[in-house]
C-alpha cells in the first residue's frame, strides 16, 4: 500500500517566532523577525532556494524518529545508521525573567552521541527575501555571522568553524552546541548557556501544562494542541495566527495555495474559546489588547484578517519559487483582506465578551472599550442586510450566508451583555434590535423539505459552518430540529465516521478534494450537543489519527489515503480538537475516574 502523504516535521517556537524541523534534521521553515516575514530557512516551499540547515550523517543511509521532551515544545531528533546514533535537541528559549516573558529571537541546537563516533556534516545556509538574498558570512572566533537582512543573523557554536562554512564531515565525540540569534547575539558561555536555557525552558512548558485544566479524556492530544497553539501567539502585539506556513496546497495541483501567516478575525474566537476552556486566559488579555490597536474607528469596516502588528495592507503576490512538492503558484500575502466578511463584527464581541462578565478579568477597565462596541454594533447595523463572501472566503460568489447571519445573531446577543454589564442601556437596545433582525434572516435560511438550514437565502445546498446552530444553541441543544439539521448534514457532507466536507458545490477553483478538519470536531461537538456522545467519541478517535508523528495536525485530509493537505500545522484544526474534548468531557461521567 502506498504511504500516506504527510507533513515530516516537528514545530518549536516561543511566541517571537516559529520553526518547522523535518525528520531529516532540516530547519525546512524559519521566518524572522515575525511570524509574517521573509523565511530564512524556507525549503519547504523553495525548495534549493530556500537555504538549508542541517545536521546529517555524510555519505550514509540513516534512518530518523522524532518527538517532543513530554509536555513541552522541545523537540528530539534521533538519527541512526548502522554505525551510530546521535540526537538532536531543538528549541526555541522561553522562561519568565524579571517577571516577564523571555523569548528572544534564538533557536538552540544541542548535538550529543548516543552509540559509536558519530559523523556529521553541518549545513548552515540561511536566505533573505523569500530566496533572493544570498548572505554574506563572515566568521568570528567562535561564531559566523551572515549580512543581509535588517539584523545580523549569527550561528554561535563549539563545532570547529571551518567545518561548518566547507560542511565538511565532523566526528561527534561529546554534545555540541549550535545557537542561532537574529539581532543580539549571545556572548555567554555557550555549553553553560544552552543548558540552563534548556532547563529552564523544559520547566516554563510543564509548569504551564500543569496549570492547564483539561479532562480526563484525551489528555495527550489535548496537552500537545494546547502547546502548538500557545506558540501561535506572536505575544509582542498579542495576534493569534492561523499558521506559520504558507503555500501548502489544501489539494494536490489545485492551486488552492494561501498565506495564512495572519490574524484571521474569523479563527481568534474559537482560539480563545479553547485557551478559556483549558483554563489560560492570558491569550485573551494580549489578544483583546491587539484588537484595540486595530483601526477601527472611522473605517467603514473591519476586515478579514491583519497582519501581527494590526496593519491593514496584506497585498498578495505569487513568488518565484518551485513550491511544495512542486505546487504552484507560491503566494505571499492574501488577498482575502479586501473581502466583505461580516461574521467578523459577531466574532469580536464574543471574543471579548470574557473580558467583561467573567469576575476572574477583575483588572479590566470595562468602560474604556465601550467605543468599541459602539463600533462594532455601528458595524453590524450597516451590513446586516448585505451579501458577504462567508467564513470560506469565496472569491467570486456573493451570498447572504447563514454562518453570517449567526455571527451577527450571536454577536449581538453578546453585546447584550456587555452593554448591561457597563451599564449602557442604548446600546443594550439597539443590541437587542440588531439581534432580532439577524434571526429574522437567519429563518430564511431554512428549508422546511430539509429540515435544515441552508448554506445563504435562497439556496438549498449543505454547509458544515451551520453546525455552529447547533453549537451556538441556536436551534436548542435538545430539539428534534438539532437532530434533523444535523442529520441533513451528515448526508450531504459527511465521510467515513467523522471527516466533514466544508460544501460540495463547485466554487472559484472547483469542486473541493478534500476534508476540512475543522468542520470535522465542529461535527464531534454538535454529536455530544445533541447527546450523541459514543458517536462523538468514536469520531474524535478516528480525527485524532490523522495527526503526525508528534501529534501536529494539518488544515485537510484526503479521505481516499487519509493524506495531509493544507497549511501546517492549523490552528483551526488544534482548536477544533481542543474545544471538542472538552465537549465530549463534560458529558462524560466524571465520578468514574474518581478514586
Not at 531528533?77 to 546521535?86: F, G, K, L
Not at 530566496?131 to 557554536?157: A, V, Y
Amino acid at each position: 500500500m502506498k504511504k500516506r502523504h504527510t507533513y515530516d516535521f516537528g514545530l518549536i517556537g516561543n511566541c517571537s517566532y516559529l520553526a518547522l524541523i523535518g525528520l531529516d534534521t532540516n530547519i525546512s521553515w524559519m521566518c524572522l523577525p515575525r511570524f509574517d516575514s521573509s523565511f530564512v530557512f524556507g525549503s519547504l516551499v523553495g525548495g534549493e532556494k530556500g537555504g538549508e540547515f542541517s545536521i546529517k550523517p555524510p555519505n550514509k543511509e540513516f534512518k530518523t524518529e522524532q518527538k517532543y521532551i513530554q509536555n513541552t515544545n522541545i523537540l528530539e531528533t534521533i538519527v541512526e545508521t548502522d554505525d551510530y546514533a546521535y540526537k538532536i535537541t531543538d528549541f526555541a528559549p522561553r522562561f519568565m525573567q524579571y517577571d516577564r516573558s523571555y523569548k528572544p529571537s534564538m533557536l538552540i541546537r544541542k548535538i550529543e552521541p548516543l552509540r559509536g563516533l558519530p559523523q556529521v556534516r553541518v549545513v548552515c545556509d540561511p536566505v533573505g527575501d523569500y530566496g533572493n538574498k544570498r548572505l554574506k558570512r563572515e566568521s568570528g572566533s567562535s561564531h559566523i555571522s551572515f549580512h543581509g537582512l535588517q539584523e545580523t543573523l549569527r550561528l554561535t557554536t563549539d563545532f570547529p568553524l571551518n567545518m561548518i562554512l566547507d560542511s565538511s564531515p565532523f566526528t561527534l565525540t561529546m554534545p555540541k552546541y549550535m545557537v542561532l540569534t537574529y539581532g543580539t547575539p549571545m556572548e555567554a558561555g555557550i555549553q553553560e548557556t544552552s543548558e540552563i536555557f534548556l532547563s529552564k525552558t523544559i520547566r516554563y512548558w510543564q509548569t504551564w501544562i500543569k496549570s492547564t485544566s483539561i479532562g480526563m479524556h484525551y489528555q495527550k492530544e489535548v496537552i500537545r494542541s494546547s502547546l502548538a497553539l500557545k506558540i501561535h501567539q506572536f505575544e509582542d502585539t498579542g495576534a493569534i495566527i492561523a499558521s506559520p506556513t504558507m503555500s501548502l496546497p489544501e489539494s494536490p495541483n489545485s492551486t488552492r495555495n494561501w498565506d495564512y501567516r495572519y490574524c484571521w478575525m474569523r479563527d481568534t474566537y474559537y482560539t480563545l474559546t479553547a485557551f478559556n476552556n483549558i483554563g489560560h486566559f492570558e491569550a485573551m488579555e494580549k489578544y483583546a489588547l491587539y484588537l484595540t490597536n486595530i483601526p477601527m474607528q472611522g473605517k467603514e469596516r473591519i476586515q478579514p484578517l491583519y497582519n501581527v502588528v494590526g496593519e491593514s495592507i496584506i497585498t498578495e503576490k505569487e513568488l518565484d519559487l518551485p513550491g511544495y512538492m512542486g505546487n504552484l503558484p507560491v503566494r505571499l500575502g492574501n488577498d482575502a483582506y479586501t473581502h466583505i466578511q461580516n461574521d467578523v463584527y459577531g466574532q469580536i464581541l464574543l471574543a471579548i465578551l470574557p473580558l467583561f462578565v467573567d469576575n476572574r478579568f477583575a483588572n479590566i477597565e470595562k468602560r474604556q472599550s465601550i467605543y468599541l462596541l459602539e463600533t462594532i454594533l455601528e458595524k453590524i447595523a450597516f451590513t446586516m442586510d448585505e451579501a458577504d463572501a462567508g467564513l470560506w472566503e469565496f472569491r467570486n460568489l456573493k451570498q447572504k450566508h447563514a454562518y453570517t447571519h449567526l455571527f451577527q445573531w450571536a454577536g449581538s446577543h453578546a453585546a447584550c451583555k456587555i452593554a448591561k454589564e457597563v451599564g449602557q442601556k442604548k446600546l443594550e437596545e439597539k443590541a437587542l434590535s440588531l439581534l432580532k433582525r439577524a434571526e429574522a434572516h437567519l429563518e430564511k435560511c431554512y428549508i422546511p423539505d430539509r429540515k435544515a438550514y441552508a448554506q445563504a437565502e435562497g439556496v438549498t445546498r449543505m454547509d458544515s459552518s451551520t453546525l455552529q446552530l447547533i453549537m451556538m444553541n441556536y436551534i436548542p441543544h435538545d430539539s428534534q430540529k438539532a437532530k434533523d439539521h444535523l442529520k441533513a448534514l451528515e448526508e450531504d457532507l459527511r465521510i467515513g465516521k467523522g471527516l466533514f466536507y466544508r460544501y460540495k458545490h463547485a466554487d472559484d477553483f472547483g469542486e473541493p478534494e478534500t476534508t476540512f478538519l475543522i468542520c470535522a470536531f465542529w461535527y464531534v461537538e454538535a454529536l455530544a450537543c445533541v447527546g450523541r456522545t459514543d458517536d462523538a467519541m468514536e469520531a474524535f478517535e478516528e480525527l485524532a489519527g490523522y495527526a503526525n508523528h508528534v501529534g501536529l495536525l494539518s488544515e485537510d485530509v484526503h479521505y481516499d489515503d487519509g493524506s495531509m493537505w493544507g497549511n501546517f500545522p492549523q490552528a483551526y484544526s488544534h482548536v477544533g480538537l481542543v474545544n471538542a474534548a472538552y465537549r465530549i468531557n463534560n458529558k462524560l461521567d466524571k465520578p468514574d475516574f474518581l478514586p
